[in-house]
């Protein structure tokens, strides 16, 4: 008999999430885990890196609270005590996963799992870091032979993804870090170098910046967060453009040399030229953790890129095996694994589930804040949508005004005929959080009346989705009207 209804491979955002729903649906559940629960996350992503924005932009905050008639002279950055900080919050909360798998029933069990069989895996040693000595095992390599063999009904795939290699020269050379390398950092480098001008690499260089250093963008597309709808990714440039920092779009890094004390690295295209750097942090993408995981003794096939393709019940091409989360290449978010982590689970258990892709939002933590949900202008255009569009500034409103965060903007992307809202896209404060309205509006199928007649608490920031819906009505209150 199998020892469990459902073995989960990995405790990221999405495996751990999966293991507590399939507990609570009444399945016996195993979840295999190399390290803290939580995964990329809560213990080397999400988490750490918004603690170290939070003291960034405190830093920031005192810095310039005399506009605020506050004197607070003389701050200084103890970079060991925003590191500590952020450690703190990371171990609270994966303690309280950990806790919650527990309270759940759940059987946690260490180590790395090779499949030997569809629904059958051993469990080996986890191998050394391959980041730092410290750092995260999730892409390691085994380092001893098998401990146990673990057999279970259905198994679900959960082992997330890792930050991709840059493939050029120097690119192994001390000094030349990932993401996750990035919190092995001791100190705030005087000179840094971000190679990718996407999320990761965005929140990285606001980190760097507010706390002092010189920081240099390098991104092969046009503009910053290119994922992101146009006018959001210029924002971000002029804003990154204010806040000194350097952004070379349309160009791409060719290799890196160590000269003394510095590196230097080569950049090509648009804006060639040689910059040196005391640390070149990589931000170009993720690859799939599928190695060393034994695939192919469970015939479970993988696409070019490594990803594990699936079906919309998130079933893989082998009977009982799932796949959720980053490894399936969906969309590398953390709130999409959590959810494709219930929805796993709820299909195993034998409940229905759905995903509707078309709606994920998404929030990057720059300063200022981005954060989207559904089409941008271009894609609903390329679609066949007939659109109209409608911004309205932070500047505008007046708990942006007395916050002392103006900068910035909503942008509401509607159907022309039935103003039915396609997409929602914020650059400003609190952004992440007010994007949240946006996303119930798309699944709700709201429309730019419906926004516009809902009475919003005032003074708020997230008036904007009122305001901006009203303006694209052609009805604005708060800003001069169109030209007609």
């Known amino acids: 008999m199998p020892e469990f209804d459902l073995l989960i491979v990995g405790g990221g955002p999405g495996g751990y999430v999966a293991a507590i729903r399939a507990a609570q649906r009444g399945l016996t559940v195993g979840l295999v885990e190399k390290e803290r629960p939580g995964g990329v996350c809560l213990n080397w992503g999400c988490i750490p890196t918004k603690a170290m924005l939070r003291s960034a932009e405190v830093y920031e905050t005192v810095r310039t609270a005399a506009d605020f008639g506050i004197h607070a002279d003389n701050p200084r950055v103890d970079f060991t005590g925003v590191r500590?900080?952020?450690?703190?919050?990371?171990?609270?909360?994966?303690?309280?996963?950990?806790?919650?798998?527990?309270?759940?029933?759940?059987?946690?069990?260490?180590?790395?799992?090779?499949?030997?069989?569809?629904?059958?895996?051993?469990?080996?040693?986890?191998?050394?870091?391959?980041?730092?000595p410290d750092g995260p095992r999730y892409a390691a390599a085994p380092s001893g032979g098998p401990t146990t063999t673990v057999t279970a009904t259905d198994v679900i795939i959960a082992t997330g993804s890792t930050p991709a290699p840059l493939p050029v020269p120097g690119a192994d050379l001390p000094g030349v870090v990932t993401s996750d390398g990035a919190f092995g950092l001791t100190e705030v480098p005087d000179r840094l170098v971000v190679i990718g001008g996407s999320a990761v690499g965005v929140e990285w260089a606001t980190v760097f910046a507010t706390l002092g250093a010189e920081v240099t963008v390098v991104e092969l597309r046009d503009r910053l967060v290119p994922l992101e709808d146009k006018d959001i990714g210029a924002a971000l440039g002029r804003s990154f453009a204010e806040r000194g920092i350097t952004v070379l779009t349309g160009s791409t890094v060719t290799g890196i040399a160590r000269t003394g004390e510095a590196l230097a690295v080569e950049v090509a295209g648009t804006a060639a030229r040689t910059i040196a750097a005391d640390v070149v942090l990589v931000a170009v993408g993720r690859r799939p953790n599928t190695a060393h995981l034994g695939l192919e003794a469970a015939g479970i096939a993988t696409d070019a890129k490594g990803f594990i393709p699936v079906d919309g019940a998130l079933r893989t091409a082998v009977d009982h095996v799932y796949a959720i989360g980053d490894v399936t290449g969906t969309a590398l978010l953390a709130h999409v694994a959590s959810h494709q982590g219930l929805t796993a689970a709820d299909i195993v258990a034998g409940h229905d589930g759905h995903i509707d892709y078309d709606v994920v939002p998404a929030a990057t933590f720059t300063h200022p804040e981005i954060a989207s949900v559904g089409l941008t202008e271009d894609a609903a255009r390329a679609r066949g949508h007939e659109v109209i569009t409608a911004k309205f500034p932070f500047s505008a409103l007046g708990r942006a005004k007395a916050f002392g965060e103006t900068a910035g903007f909503c942008k509401i992307v509607a159907g022309a005929r039935?103003?039915?809202?396609?997409?929602?896209?914020?650059?400003?404060?609190?952004?992440?959080?007010?994007?949240?309205?946006?996303?119930?509006?798309?699944?709700?199928?709201?429309?730019?009346?419906?926004?516009?007649?809902?009475?919003?608490?005032?003074?708020?920031?997230?008036?904007?989705?009122?305001?901006?819906?009203?303006?694209?009505?052609?009805?604005?209150?708060?800003?001069?009207?169109?030209?007609?």
């Not at 950990?98 to 080996?124: C, M, Q, S, W, Y």
């Open 84 to 132: 500590q900080r952020a450690d703190d919050i990371v171990g609270q909360l994966t303690d309280g996963v950990a806790g919650l798998l527990k309270a759940n029933g759940v059987t946690v069990i260490e180590g790395h799992a090779r499949f030997i069989a569809p629904t059958t895996v051993d469990i080996l040693e986890p191998g050394p870091s391959p980041v730092y």
């Open 418 to 484: 039935h103003r039915e809202v396609l997409g929602v896209h914020i650059i400003g404060p609190s952004a992440g959080d007010l994007i949240a309205e946006g996303a119930l509006a798309i699944s709700l199928e709201a429309t730019l009346d419906e926004l516009a007649g809902t009475i919003h608490a005032h003074p708020t920031l997230g008036e904007i989705g009122m305001e901006a819906a009203l303006t694209g009505l052609g009805l604005p209150i708060h800003t001069a009207p169109r030209s007609r």
